[in-house]
């Protein structure tokens, strides 16, 4: 080991680096080949999330490259012994020094010599060059920018770890409302979409979002009237287009009440389809379990008696008429509240309720279960029915346009669940059938300590959990966000490659599923602004402070510019036809 001037002298022989220097390794404190500390130059300054590098040249392997992040920056008079001399140094009268330090959290070492950066070498803020092989940028064959960092240049996330080839899935974390993590999944999307690293696939790649934040989602193919040149030149400087989504379906539930099946929406008229299912399809499809899609219905003892009647209604179910209606031991049944009072009056006549449960129940048992089959006739008569005029598209889809976005929030809570338990489900068994993971499939859904608790069992929390083990195989990305991971399913975030974080509550952030966040960034993270989030990637060893760009998509209904008005050639355009002859509201 060389010591003193020696040392000084190695520093000196090393290849300088190609940003502005700004202080030396400080002797004071250890450096290793995972840390360090950088004494600043006067009139220099580190402030936190800078990359900086210094070199060392060592024999037998040339110049080494050790580059890093500042995590910690600190200020400080040197030969001050009390508080009180402070206001003596700041009058002259007692001889002290301003001392600014840095911590360095090593990133990269360049060659791997794992070898500390010696006292006194110079420390540089990372050129451009150098700053990519800090941050790994340089080894990102296919990279999306995620955002600004705090130098004011673009920071990326590897799309290895999000297509399936090595890691899939996203989980974001944050206090609602403050943390933006619904605005950073969908820029996180509309990157993908855009950054070009799709190449043919870019068309045929889907994303379906489930909302509940009232109608805010259901514009984002519409421009941003609040976009001005400011962010335009962010998006420029992301080599993003600074535009809206450009193919955009939405599908709300029917209006309560409705005969029609009109669209429960108020602020958008085109480019909306009602979704519902018919009885035939709720019974074909056995889709019963749905209803009981809480973790507290697993606890109970009816779980088996839900799948016994479930059967049997695929089993004894018949069509009636073109309307989805049907015919069950001989009683017609054109609403979701006949389906349930049919199979109340089975289950609790002694003849047949024994066809109906296969083996002897309890009436305690049948009774807890009709309770909450009766809870469920209110939030799901709109979109359980067998009483429409005609067959006609009423199913989610992702065909029809790059993103779809099912509208959840005129829909009660229970109703919530079992859309997106029917509609998940749906969605991963044709990606299973088709045999191929390509193209891809993005799933964003929020609030997901309440479809995939830590605690219980539900038939959504079994399909997130294949999503979240199965789904990088199947080309099934899922980008799930919540308020508090903690509560969330562990092996549901534990399989999520990338990780990110905005406003945390203080006690939240203390949790143990913060580990890949260093302590200082969880403090951070409790008075992060809105549109700064924490981004952890397994290339990268800290979490990269990101500001992503004002969205240049609508993000609620007072914000959206009209669409272009394309003019048509066919006389008969917007005429409505057999499929499309709704009611206008």
């Known amino acids: 080991m060389t010591v003193n001037g020696t040392a000084s002298r190695e520093a000196t022989a090393a290849t300088p680096a190609s940003g502005e220097a700004v202080g030396r390794v400080l002797g004071t404190q250890a450096a290793s080949p995972l840390s ?7 009139g220099k300054v580190l402030q936190l999330d800078d990359v900086v590098v210094t070199r060392r040249e060592v024999p037998g392997h040339g110049p080494v490259l050790v580059a890093g992040v500042v995590t910690a920056v600190e200020a400080r008079h040197e030969g001050a012994a009390y508080d009180s001399d402070v206001f003596l140094i ?24 794992f070898v500390p950066p010696l006292p006194g070498a110079k420390v540089y803020l990372a050129g451009a060059g150098d700053r990519d092989q800090a941050l790994y940028f340089d080894v990102m064959d296919r990279r999306i920018p995620l955002g600004m960092g705090r130098d004011g240049q673009p920071l990326y996330v590897n799309f290895d770890f999000l297509d399936g080839t090595r890691g899939a899935h996203v989980s974001i974390s944050g206090v609602s409302g403050v943390a933006t993590k619904t605005s950073f999944a969908t820029f996180l999307l509309y990157s993908i979409f855009n950054s070009g690293v799709l190449d043919a696939e870019s068309a045929n790649t889907k994303a379906l979002i489930f909302s509940v934040k009232g109608e805010d989602l259901l514009f ?6 609040r976009l001005d040149e400011s962010a335009r030149s962010v998006y420029a400087r992301l080599g993003l287009p600074a535009r809206p989504f450009d193919s955009v379906h939405v599908f709300a539930p029917p209006r ?24 035939v399809e709720f019974c074909e499809e056995e889709l019963l379990r749905f209803v009981f899609a809480d973790s507290d219905d697993e606890r109970a003892g009816y779980s088996l008696l839900v799948g016994q009647v479930a059967a049997r209604l695929k089993s004894w179910a018949e069509p009636v008429g073109d309307g989805g209606a049907v015919m069950i031991k001989g ?5 979701f509240s006949d389906l349930v009072e049919l199979l109340s009056d089975q289950l609790q006549d002694e003849a047949t309720r024994t066809e109906w449960t296969g083996a002897q129940t309890p009436l305690g048992t049948v009774n807890a279960f009709l309770r909450r089959l009766r809870s469920a006739v209110k939030p799901l008569a709109p979109i359980v029915r067998g009483d429409m005029p005609f067959y006609r ?6 065909s029809d346009a790059q993103v779809s976005i099912v509208d959840l929030h005129n829909l009660p809570e229970r109703a919530q669940r079992f859309v997106v338990g029917v509609v998940l489900r749906g969605e991963f068994h044709r990606k299973e059938s088709s045999g191929t993971a390509r193209p891809l499939l993005f799933v964003v859904l929020d609030e997901l300590n309440k479809y995939a608790p830590r605690e219980g069992d539900s038939p959504i ?15 099934v990305i899922l980008i799930g966000a919540q308020q508090t991971a903690s509560e969330v399913e562990r092996r549901i975030v ?12 203080p006690a939240e952030a203390a949790r143990s599923e913060y580990g890949w966040l260093p302590p200082a960034v969880r403090e951070r993270a409790t008075i992060a602004k809105p549109g700064t989030m924490f981004v952890a990637q397994p290339e990268i060893p800290v979490p990269l402070a990101v500001a992503f760009p004002f969205p240049a998509w609508a993000t609620r209904p007072a914000e959206a510019a009209a669409p272009a008005t394309v003019v048509s050639l066919d006389p008969f355009k917007g005429l409505p036809g057999i499929e499309d002859d709704i009611p206008p509201f």
């Open 331 to 335: 009683t017609a049944c054109r609403t």
């Open 256 to 279: 309560p009440g409705d005969p029609n099946g009109v669209p429960h929406v108020a602020a958008r008229t085109q480019g909306v389809s009602a979704f519902y299912w018919t009885l």
């Open 90 to 113: 700041a009058d002259g009268a007692l001889p002290a020094a301003v001392i600014e330090v840095a911590e360095v959290r090593v990133t990269r070492i360049e060659p791997e010599v």
């Open 36 to 42: 360090f500390w950088v004494g600043l130059e006067q």
């Open 220 to 225: 984002l193919d519409h421009d941003n009237l």
């Open 494 to 505: 534990s399989n999520s490659a990338v990780r990110v974080a905005g406003r945390l509550d």
């Open 393 to 398: 598209a009423h199913s989610v889809s992702t």
């Open 461 to 475: 929390k079994e399909i997130l959990l294949d999503v979240a083990e199965r789904g990088r195989s199947l080309g």
